[in-house]
């Protein structure tokens, strides 16, 4: 069982920056692989950022390409989306999640088998 605990969350203008933190527990955290995605307010969950276990290779929304960046520090059970230039379409809560198999379907939430409870994000124009 992986519990994950999503913190970094909040008010920013537009063009601001914030880092979101998804602390894991358990010891095969580094085994997972990690990713974000995000819902706004009547829309579905949308896919944002996917990082494998060894960090070797990320995947990106392409609406978020080039502004966010996704990490982990296994060592620390930690994974991280930092969003800088930051649009008021990128207003949405902010879910982690780890996925035990690779499929490649990495941006189709039900393959993910844990989920955070989000942090919200919002940002003004």
């Known amino acids: 069982q992986v519990q994950l605990v999503e913190s970094g969350g909040g008010l920013v203008q537009a063009g601001g920056s914030l880092r979101l933190s998804c602390a894991a527990s358990?010891?095969?955290?580094?085994?997972?692989?990690m990713g974000w995605f995000r819902q706004a307010s009547g829309k579905e969950r949308e896919f944002v950022a996917v990082?494998?276990?060894?960090?070797?290779?990320?995947y990106y929304a392409d609406s978020v390409k080039g502004r966010f960046t996704i990490s982990r520090d296994n060592a620390k059970n930690t994974v991280y989306l930092q969003m800088n230039s930051l649009k008021p379409e990128d207003t949405a809560v902010y879910y982690c999640?780890?996925?035990?198999?690779?499929?490649?379907?990495?941006?189709?939430?039900?393959?993910?088998?844990?989920w955070g409870q989000g942090t919200q994000v919002t940002v003004s124009s």
């Open positions: 999640a780890a996925d035990r198999g690779w499929t490649g379907r990495y941006y189709i939430d039900y393959e993910y088998d844990y």
């Open positions: 358990g010891r095969t955290f580094s085994s997972y692989a």
């Open positions: 990082i494998r276990w060894s960090a070797s290779s990320t």
